[in-house]
């Protein structure tokens, strides 16, 4: 009996072990962020007002008898199409999620918002020293151009805004098609960086598949 219960302890004490670093690591991530103020807003906590006056308000989905865009969602990890910055004269490939390994191969797309095209807000995220290494460069008015399965989709930035990491206005809902793309910033900071370098752009056209 004396053995049972010693082994019983040590289970519990390894469990509880692998629950706390497995905790400090989620906190460290990007995932942490996202998937904490997506939660929150589900949940319809109130949205904080965003940086240069505008207000974001939640707005629940509101059904349609349009077809989708899409006839089903990717699966973790899976490459949903590309992410070209013309004045960057770049090209990156995006990838569902956000854990690092789509962050180590490209830009990802934060699972818990809609995919490129459609109503609402789609968020991607990347690494300010690998793919999004010159992104402080792109502004105001300048064009960001989501190509997927289902078309081609052209967004002009609307705003650009600079928020602490934990902000959770970032993958607040919107009430029309938008791409908001965050990197951490600065850009030079050495370590986990204290800030979010944050476009929020607007869709201007679309040619469809």
Not at 41 to 47: G, Q, R
Not at 73 to 95: C, F, H, Q, V
Request: proline share 5%; with cysteine; aromatic share 10%.
């Amino acid at each position: 009996m004396k053995g049972n219960k010693k082994g019983r302890n040590y289970l519990a004490l390894c469990a509880y072990v692998v629950l706390m670093a497995g905790g400090w690591w989620l906190t460290t991530t990007n995932v942490y962020t996202l998937a904490k103020g997506y939660f929150l807003f589900k949940y319809n906590v109130a949205a904080e007002e965003e940086i240069q006056g505008d207000v974001s308000v939640v707005s629940p989905q509101i059904e349609s008898n349009e077809k989708p865009l899409y006839s089903e969602r990717p699966k973790e990890g899976e490459r949903i199409g590309d992410l070209y910055i013309p004045k960057l004269d770049a090209t990156l490939p995006i990838y569902h999620g956000t854990d690092e390994d789509e962050l180590a191969k490209g830009v990802g797309h934060f699972a818990g918002s809609v995919l490129p095209g459609e109503k609402d807000n789609s968020v991607l995220s990347g690494h300010r020293d690998t793919v999004f290494r010159s992104l402080g460069k792109v502004g105001m008015n300048d064009l960001l151009m989501v190509t997927t399965d289902a078309g081609k989709f052209t967004y002009k930035v609307r705003k650009v805004r600079i928020v602490d990491a934990e902000d959770r206005t970032v993958i607040v809902p919107k009430p029309e098609a938008t791409l908001t793309v965050t990197t951490c910033y600065p850009f030079n900071f050495i370590g986990s960086a204290p800030e979010r370098y944050i476009l929020v752009a607007d869709l201007k056209e679309a040619d469809y598949y």
